[in-house]
């Protein structure tokens, strides 16, 4: 266990904002403004709500927003001081790669799941992905001591 991780509220009310902050940037912007055309579109076509093709466990696609805040606690628990020289904690960096590849194949385990709406469930799922990956960037940098 890192003897320097302790929970913050303010440090993880910053990590969550950092971690939204990413959203702005041109690469995560454009691919999102993608995936909304592509869910708006899919809306459109597929009009999952009018012909009853949505059922209720497809709620459930929006759990995926729950990685986000586990993402930034693993930061916030495990951050590392930046004085006098950070020294990374694997561990942390470990949980890091295990949620961020758990909630990709949650991902495609709920566009696998949504047979009747897969294209719809697709950009909503990657729309979810977006800020995850802002949170992992940001809570990497905090474990590893290695600010960009």
Known sequence: ?????????????????????????PPFAWAGVL???G??????LQKPFARGRWKKRYWLAFSQLLFYPAIIAV????????QPTPIANPAAERALDVLFYLSLAFGGFRVYLMK???????????????????ALLVASM???GAWI
């Open 1 to 25: 266990m890192n003897p320097h991780s302790s929970w913050s509220w303010p440090y993880f009310k910053w990590l969550f904002s950092e971690g939204l902050g990413f959203v702005n940037l």
């Open 35 to 37: 995936l909304a055309a």
């Open 39 to 44: 869910l708006i579109g899919s809306l459109a």
């Open 75 to 82: 930061g916030v628990l495990f951050r590392v001081p930046t």
């Open 116 to 134: 009747s709406v897969r294209w719809l469930a697709f950009c909503l799922v990657g729309l979810q992905e977006i800020p995850i990956f802002g």
């Open 142 to 144: 905090s474990v590893t």
